[in-house]
């Protein structure tokens, strides 16, 4: 309706001033140039995000001095209990990164230790509920792979930023994401009693899933 008027007002005035107009009229969709750019604008974005994310988690690796298991031994020399997941990550709602091991204790509480990254002296210690006891302790009854022998197993694929215990769905495990020098990620799986390490495919395929989904 108003690419009409447009014309017609083109149109209108060459006759008023004695000359000639020509006007070009174009059919389709409208907004189709403003809802590519649109899209073109939000994928730049996401593809921003993960860079800050990769560089986010680039430079909480390059601030630790101090490794998975090293975090794990400390925090169990000042809590005694079982390591059920270690990860270097920031503290609360301060941009400091620390190592947070949640360890549960002997009478089933649970404490969230942190570990200064650069010393691996605990800077303190909070008790958390959680409401899975009974499943984390079913999951690691006959496992003979502790939360520090997991992280030493991955150390080998590269530097471990988080080791936790996957207690859901039928094969129990280890899983840990590791960092190359070259900041590629990648999550692995370690067998609760033999210590193996392997790709973890399912992440894998999510990864293709959601690279599926940004391409529609």
């Known amino acids: 309706m108003k690419r009409n008027i447009v014309i017609a007002a083109v149109t209108a005035a060459a006759l008023i001033g004695g000359g000639t107009a020509t006007a070009l009229a174009t059919t389709g969709d409208d907004q189709g140039p403003a809802r590519q750019a649109a899209n073109t604008k939000l994928s730049d974005d996401g593809n921003r995000d ?40 920031d503290e609360d709602d301060s941009a400091k990164v620390v190592w947070k091991v949640d360890v549960l204790s002997g009478d089933n509480t649970w404490h969230s230790v942190s570990v200064d990254p650069s010393s691996g002296r605990v800077l303190g210690s909070q008790t958390d509920d959680e409401d899975d006891t009974a499943q984390v302790r079913a999951a690691l009854k006959g496992s003979s792979v502790t939360a520090e022998e997991a992280a030493k197993a991955a150390a080998g694929k590269g530097v471990v930023t988080s080791v936790g215990l996957d207690e859901d769905g039928k094969d129990k495990s280890w899983e840990a994401e590791t960092r190359t020098s070259g900041g590629a990620e990648q999550d692995w799986k370690i067998d609760l009693t033999s210590g193996k390490v392997t790709a973890d495919r399912s992440d894998a395929q999510d990864d293709d899933a959601d690279d599926a989904d940004d391409q529609d």
């Open 50 to 89: 993960d860079r800050d994310d990769r560089d986010d988690d680039a430079a909480k690796v390059s601030s630790s001095d101090v490794t998975a298991p090293e975090a794990i031994a400390s925090a169990l020399k000042h809590t005694s209990g079982t390591v059920v997941s270690a990860e270097l990550d």
